[in-house]
């Protein structure tokens, strides 16, 4: 049943692709899936209403629980970042006054947060893949997810 939520959101970010004047080879490379699936997808052949339906109401959710099921959906974590992206905009940010330097968020797997030179927590968010480790190892919750864009999908 995952794999159809996920087909389900694919779909909806795939449209909204296509609205922003994506082609459909751009979201098929973005997607990681072939174009015959994007075309699809495009023309309300796949998947199902009843899926369609269900993905639509998880993406109602506030974004911190919706990307948290996007987040189990799949193990391909540059999937789930690409999807996340679109629909979310999020970026991880440092709480520089809750912050105590003890380092448990530099264990990222995707070394997308290091220590700058002032001794400062630093997230490259282009290398984050939101997979919310460093949410749950920081145990000041200086680290944030905020969403710069909750545009939603009206379909």
Known sequence: MPEHILSGIKAIVAMKLRRKGKLQREIAEYL???RTEISH???G????KK???????ILKLPPQYAVRIINTLTEDREITSRIIKVLYNPKIE?????CILCGACLECPYNAIEMDTRGTVVVDNSRCRLCGRCLSLCP???LKLVFLDNNRMEE
Do not use: F, I
């Not at 899926?51 to 109401?57: D, G």
């Open 41 to 43: 997808y495009l023309q």
């Open 94 to 98: 440092v709480r520089e006054d809750r």
């Open 140 to 142: 000041t919750g200086a």
């Open 51 to 57: 899926v369609l339906r269900m993905s639509q109401e």
């Open 32 to 34: 990681n899936t072939n």
């Open 45 to 48: 052949r796949h998947p199902s």
